[in-house]
């Protein structure tokens, strides 16, 4: 039982703060970005550094109190909070430290992307990361990772190079490939299942400051065209030009710089082309002259807008519900675009989008066995990102995500999901023992040796061997 000293004692040693239920800012920091999440953990721990994070799992162990972590608190299953558990939160934690020299950059667990993005671009460098700047880095490289910069440099979870971890054991310890390696295996995909990490080291890469963007939407009556066009496109792509093509509504806002395009129903390419502008532009040019454009807002950019341009697309307190599976080929075949054509055509939301990530390149260059992600042989990602405003429209929202995801099974690149896009994690021992495959029991022997007790279990959990 949690008792007032036990509390007072754990507020005393933090260097941040705690926080309980009667607390003024407690509803406050436990909400996270998904507006469907609404949990009420025991207490808050609100940390500055890992000596916090230490005296917070010490505290869940002896209590045998569960342990969700915020980074970002942007997991669209809401794993950053879990009811009547200690949520660990490292919100205070966004320190980016570059070593532009080694191209290198230490990266604290509450930083978000647009903090990377920030220190390393100083230097002109970066690390793969996603496409919304306000996500954690931290869930998004634990599970994975998609990004710009996903064909030429692989994911982030596969340029994490070190990183130091409170483990559910109490420990703090150190991992690289050549300290602790198994460890770092098991945190290159396989989720927040070992502990806190409290500092990520990631390898950086020469990019931008500028760099050719593809933005290009074309009316809803062109979907099938411009699926074959994609599906030709990405056969034939360079490793520098990462791109994905989505079934959207154009936003009705009077943002959108093309007027007769807002609130229309549409289909888009969006890439970045790395290396010379001029030359990506050219790379990417067959993606602007599949039919005449609804809009064309392709160009040379700054890397750190191109990484910020969607945030007003997914804005905190939204109702959201996402599923994705890596697909094989086949799933541009023709019987992948009737099925592709017809989703997008019954969006339950103008605000839902039905994407196809191309994958391959650097991705597929690393062994399937050299970390936990699974799937690297696929060859696009499918994405069904439901979005909406209205409660009374959930049940409708999330079956239609749900379905596109099973019905595309059939085209599936193995038996898993993409564990970023992982809806409420229902039926998660199933799905995640798929995702894992013959690599689950690897990581189930790594979990008993972190984390016996499975304090953290808010996550696609890997039960201890």
Not at 435 to 440: D, I, N, P, R, W
């Amino acid at each position: 039982m949690i008792t007032d000293a036990s509390t007072e004692a754990l507020k005393m040693t933090l260097g941040g703060n705690l926080l309980g239920p009667d607390d003024p800012a407690f509803d406050e920091v436990r909400q996270v970005w998904n507006g469907m999440i609404d949990r009420r953990p025991a207490l808050i721990a609100r940390c500055r550094g890992t000596a916090d994070v230490v005296a917070a799992v010490a505290f869940a162990r002896k209590q045998d109190l569960p342990i969700s972590v915020r980074g970002g608190g942007h997991n669209v299953a809401g794993t950053a909070v879990g009811d009547n558990s200690l949520m660990i939160d490292l919100s205070l934690m966004r320190t980016v430290i570059v070593d532009a020299n080694a191209r290198v950059a230490r990266v604290q667990g509450g930083a978000l992307l647009q903090d990377v993005d920030r220190e390393t671009q100083v230097h002109g460098l970066a690390t793969p990361t996603g496409l919304v700047s306000k996500t954690g880095i931290a869930g998004l490289c634990l599970s994975g990772g998609l990004g710009w910069l996903r064909r030429k440099h692989g994911l982030t979870c596969d340029n994490l190079i070190g990183a130091e971890v409170v483990t559910g054991n109490g420990e703090v310890v150190y991992t690289s490939e050549t300290h602790n390696p198994e460890l770092l295996w098991g945190l290159r995909g396989g989720g927040g299942n070992f502990g806190v990490v409290t500092t990520f080291e990631f390898r950086l890469h020469p990019v931008g400051p500028e760099v050719a963007f593809t933005f290009v939407g074309y009316p809803a009556d062109d979907r099938r065209k411009c699926y074959e066009a994609y599906r030709d496109f990405t056969q034939h792509a360079p490793d520098e030009v990462s791109t994905l093509v989505t079934s959207i509504t154009v936003p009705d806002d009077p943002a959108f710089p093309v007027p007769d395009a807002r609130g229309k129903p549409a289909i888009a390419f969006l890439g970045v082309s790395l290396g010379a502008p001029e030359a990506g532009e050219a790379a990417m040019a067959p993606l602007r002259q599949v039919a005449a454009p609804l809009f064309d807002l392709s160009g040379t950019m700054r890397w750190v807008d191109i990484q910020s341009l969607l945030d007003a697309n997914f804005p905190a307190g939204g109702l959201y519900y996402w599923k994705g599976r890596p697909l094989t080929a086949a799933a541009l075949g023709d019987a992948g675009i009737d099925m592709l054509v017809d989703y997008a055509e019954r969006r339950p939301s103008p605000l839902t989008a039905l994407v196809i990530w191309h994958l391959g390149g650097a991705i597929r260059r690393v062994d399937e066995n050299a970390t936990a992600y699974g799937g690297r042989g696929a060859e696009y990602m499918l994405a069904a990102e439901s979005i909406w405003s209205d409660r009374a429209d959930d049940e409708s929202n999330i079956a239609w995500s749900r379905n596109a995801v099973d019905d595309f099974a059939r085209f599936g690149y193995g038996d898993g999901l993409y564990l970023n896009y992982p809806g409420f994690l229902e039926n998660q021992d199933e799905e995640t023992r798929a995702t894992f495959g013959q690599k689950y029991a690897r990581l189930q022997a790594l979990k008993a040796s972190c984390d016996p007790q499975n304090l953290f279990r808010f996550n696609s959990n890997i039960t201890p061997a």
